[in-house]
């Protein structure tokens, strides 16, 4: 079932009041970039038939000591896959804390889904910001070299910070996510990522418009083939789609 776009612009609405609300607490809190992971969570559930057992744990119910590892304070329920926001995992080289986690109980991680928003800085430090989300590719990829992993990644048009004036490269920053997505198969090199969507969007306007990127970077089949992956690597552990 392809993304909700729909669905998404009214998420990127909600994101731009938020921002314009307080941009330093909106960025500080997490407030803005955790309205795009509830975003991400229910694509990522609807993209899943609603008969296949998944079990949503809402951040609420996580668990999340300070200079701990974070985890459910729920009840896992082990005939399904475990849905979670803010989860912590074991890198090749130290902790990261990942934003989507479908993961299961005695198998680990299954799909991971990381995010980020560039609201300030928007005409410079991608290159950095780039260099840091292929170390994380590499991590995880060597600690779980089975596992679907995907990153979405949000860049304004301009920046709507009050006094700023600032344009992203968004050619530049296209370019440089094409070429870290499409890993084809998990003995691939761990520097890409199954899947990569980027969300190049116009918060000037009235509603937020999202603009048009790649046939490969695009939101609206990101979580269908995040999916997809995964069954072709699990045969006999087959994620029911919905349709």
Not at 208 to 228: C, H, M, Y
Request: hydrophobic share 35%.
């Amino acid at each position: 079932m392809p993304a909700n776009i729909e669905s998404l612009l009214t998420c990127m609405a909600t994101m731009k009041e938020d921002y314009v609300r307080s941009p330093n607490a909106s960025v500080r809190s997490s407030s803005f970039i955790y309205i795009l992971h509830q975003y991400c969570i229910a694509q990522l559930r609807q993209a899943i038939s609603p008969e296949f057992g998944v079990q949503v744990i809402p951040l609420a119910d996580m668990n999340r000591p300070v200079n701990s590892t974070n985890y459910p304070r729920v009840r896992i329920d082990p005939e399904k896959l475990q849905l979670m926001q803010e989860v912590a995992l074991f890198g090749s080289h130290k902790n990261k804390n990942t934003d989507i986690v479908l993961s299961h109980f005695s198998n680990g991680p299954q799909i991971i889904i990381g995010i980020r928003s560039q609201m300030s800085s928007v005409g410079k430090n991608i290159e950095n910001y780039y260099e840091g989300i292929i170390g994380e590719c590499i991590s995880l990829h060597d600690r779980f070299p089975m596992a679907v992993i995907g990153y979405v990644y949000l860049l304004p048009t301009c920046s709507i910070k009050p006094g700023v004036d600032e344009v992203p490269d968004l050619e530049k920053a296209e370019r440089l996510f094409s070429k870290i997505t499409s890993r084809p198969d998990w003995r691939s090199a761990h520097d890409k990522y199954e899947h990569f969507a980027f969300l190049k969007v116009d918060f000037t306007t009235p509603t937020p418009t999202l603009l048009p990127t790649l046939p490969e970077l695009e939101i609206g089949s990101f979580f269908d083939k995040l999916i997809e992956t995964y069954n072709d690597r699990n045969v006999f552990n087959q994620i029911e789609r919905s349709v």
